[in-house]
Structures are given as C-alpha cells and as structure tokens.
C-alpha cells in the first residue's frame, strides 16, 4: 500500500500546521456554539416539565443553570468522584479517567462542566487539525460545525465524559498521521481509560505504523502502551471485584446482551418499523408518551446517517481511519439492548472522529448539502436536549 495515498495534494495546503491565531479561532467558535446550546438548553428546562429529582445531600450544591447538565450518567460520574467504586458493580460501567479528574478537581457539577467543556475546546482544535491535514482547512471548519449541529453533541457540554475522550481520540488519530507516534500512543493509554472505545484505537496505530515502515519498538509501543488505561482499569477491578471485565458485565443491568452483528442490525431494524405509528402521534412535543417511544425510530434513523457517512469515508480515508470507523460501527451492534437496540448510539457516534472529518470534506464541497444538514440536524438536537434536561431520556 502506497504510504502517501492517505496524503491530500499539496495544493490544499493541508500540510501547512496552523497557527496558534488559528487555534484561537477554532476555540472561538466552539464556545461560541456550546454557549448557545447552554442557553436554549436552559430555556427548555424553563419552560418544559422537568422530572429531575434533587441532587443527593453529598454532593456540594450547584445552580439550575448547572445542575440540568449533570442528569443521567452525570450522576454516576459524581458519585464515582465522591465515593469511588466501592462496593458498586454497576459504577464500573464508567470508565475511571473522567471521575478521577473530576475527583481531583474537587467533585462538582461545576467542576465536571469545566472539565467537559476545556477537553471540548481542545478536541475541537485536534479536529480541525486532523481534518486540514486530509482536506483542508475550509473543510475543517465544516467539520466542527457538523459535529457542534448533530443532535446529540450537547452531551460535550455536559457532566460526561465525551468531550475529554473525543479530545485523546483526536489528537491520538491527529499524532498517528505525522508519525509523532510517541505523543499517539500516551493520548490512546489515556483515551482507554475514558472509555471502552479507546481500545479501538489501538488497531489503528498499529496499521499506521505498519503503512509508514515505522519500527517494532513503535509496534510494541502501540501493542501494549496504547491500551495501557485499560489494563489499569482491568487490573483494578481483578482487585476490588474479583472480575477484569466487571465493567463488560454489567451491560446486562442495561438489557445488553452479546450476539452477532446482524443480529443485532435487525432487532434495531425491527424496533425502528415497530415504532413507526409514531409518526401519527405528534412526537414533536419532546416530553410527551409518543417522544418516548419514537427513541428506536431516532437512533435507527441516525445509524443510517452515520453508515452513510462510513461509506464515504471508506472511499479515500486512511486505512488507520477506516479501521477504528468500522470498529466504532459494530461495536453497538455487538451488545443491543432488549428494549432500546441502539441504546446510546447517537452519543457514541460523536466519538466516531474520522467520520466527522469526513462529512466535513462533503459539506465543504456541497454548500447546499449543509443547509439541508443544518434544517435537520439542528432542531432534531434541541429535541434531544429538550428531553435531556427535563430528565425524561438518556442517549
């Protein structure tokens, strides 16, 4: 394989590092755009039945204006930070990296947004990188707006861990592709303590190593350095619990359950058809009974949207990006959920990087493509996060 096919021509000056004014500008532009979603997120919650209960007494109190954005799994990374694992399987399902730092920077609500909301800025700075060394620079601006506009990138100004995990996985795939192998493999070590999707990025260093001629020290490096945060964790959880996949096996708390691929493709498939009456219901209104059963149709509907995107990435992506892309893809269809099959993939689809590196080289070629992308991804993510903070639904 060609080393230099999954290099842009030199005419879009994509191998030109941009400036830290350009760094800046980037930066500017995502607060900019999470500043807006806080407060259509805050005047949702204002004006919408909320059914979210007090924070616990435990943890220190935090305003409206911040506590909406620590619902659902929010709550877990709090607790996580305040009393650890001890004593609770289920707390295992959430990797270590975001709780520990939320921990040491005093276990807040307040504490966790700051958190989620610098890894955001940088994540979006490593995307534009990535994004400009493949396409270009126009195209990576459209990058970070089609990722900021998809329905459920609020969740990167949230109490999650998404933000920080997008952040390592970026710059992780940013390093790779200028062979600056030693700062991938540290930014995959701490991505594999973030979130089970760091392993993934193991597979694609090692075959961007393999394309560059790099050495077999680099491929041991990437072998076993770049999962490093998962043997820690693993390591952990032999320790306290007695099982390294502990965090694997509480999935079944949730209703997953491990089958084959097309398995798990057609029960989404066949939820998605059996909610199709919704459409007669009115399922607009985001906190009403049709909203809660249109969740199979939304996240079917989004997969479609993200394979489509997978396909064309496939097209002329680096190998290293087709690989951690496809892997990203199956992984929720290896583990449905009984009631909700694509349980949470609209949110793990954020931290499918190459794709959104992808779909901003398509943007940027058919500016008529993002208004359509715009018209519809951007009320369908004020419907999400109508839902989110008045805690009716987690992605």
Known sequence: MAADARRPPTST???????????????????????????????????????????????????????????????WYLSIAHLGYQGRPLATAFFPAYPVLLSI??????????????????GMVYLWRLAADRY????????????AAFPDAFFFGAVYSESLYVALAAATLYYAGRRRYGWAVGTAAAASATSVYGTLLTPALIIAMLRDGASRRHWWSALLVAPAGLWAYMA???????????????QSYWGRHPVPPWIGLEMAARAAWQSRWIITQAPWWPVSPAADHAINGLNFLVF?????????????APWEWRTYSTLGVLLPLLAPSRGEPLMSFPRLALMLIP????????????????????????????WCMARFVAFRWVA
């Open 136 to 147: 270009g620079h126009t195209a990576a601006w459209y990058s970070i707006v089609g990722l």
């Open 236 to 250: 952990f959880l032999t320790f306290r619990f007695g099982h390294p996949l502990l965090f694997d096996r509480v």
């Open 105 to 122: 920077a005093g276990g807040s609500v307040a504490a966790g947004l700051f958190i989620a909301w610098g890894a955001y800025l940088i």
């Open 304 to 316: 479609l949207f993200i394979l489509g995107i997978w396909a064309a990435c496939a097209a002329g």
């Open 13 to 75: 000056m994509a191998n030109t590092p941009p400036t830290w004014r350009m760094a800046v500008a980037v930066g500017l532009l995502s607060l900019t755009l999470r500043l807006l979603m806080w407060r259509v997120g805050l005047g949702l919650y204002e004006n919408l039945p909320a059914h979210s209960p007090l924070m616990p007494a435990r943890f220190p109190y935090a305003p409206t204006a911040l506590r909406i954005w620590a619902n659902w799994d929010g709550r």
């Open 355 to 382: 794709l959104w590196a992808s779909l901003g080289s398509r943007l940027a070629r058919r500016p008529g493509l993002l208004i359509a992308y715009l018209a519809l991804a951007g009320p369908l993510e004020i």
